[in-house]
């Protein structure tokens, strides 16, 4: 988990990491989004194509997929980094996941990246309190690694 700060731009410089895994992969563009409406995601943008024309297919639950389809359109955009590692968020984005004037957070998943609002990370850190002894006995019995 990493903290960074927008500019007043709206530009987020990605943590040497990052910037070191997507330059092993290749990846150079992307495109930046949310399909929930409170946790954004930068996807490499083959990765991106491969999430949009599942959403379009998927026949499981069509609702869902369009809704999500719609909120990635609304709030998304493409992003390349530029040469000081810096992505540009969408504005739309920033706004509506309360992504400007302060700090985020930044966390691997999978190819992406997935960025938490300083209140959406506050508020699931205080849901992670909530693991305990008793919660652990029980990861514990599912199988969890020691």
Request: aromatic content about 8%; some cysteine.
């Amino acid at each position: 988990m990493y903290a960074v700060k927008p500019d007043s731009a709206g530009r987020m410089k990605l943590p040497a990491d990052f910037l070191e895994y997507f330059a092993a992969l290749g990846h150079t563009k992307f495109f930046v989004t949310s399909l929930d409406r409170s946790l954004g995601t930068i996807y490499p943008l083959s990765l991106w194509r491969a999430t949009e024309k599942f959403l379009e297919n998927d026949q499981q639950d069509p609702e869902l997929s369009q809704a999500a389809a719609f909120n990635a359109a609304d709030l998304g955009g493409k992003a390349e980094l530029d040469g000081n590692g810096r992505l540009l968020l969408p504005a739309e984005l920033r706004k509506e996941l309360g992504l400007e004037n302060g700090p985020v957070r930044l966390k691997a998943a999978g190819e992406c990246v997935d960025i938490f609002s300083e209140a959406t990370y506050e508020a699931l850190r205080e849901r992670g309190k909530t693991v305990g002894p008793a919660g652990m006995a029980k990861l514990r019995q599912l199988g969890i690694p020691k």
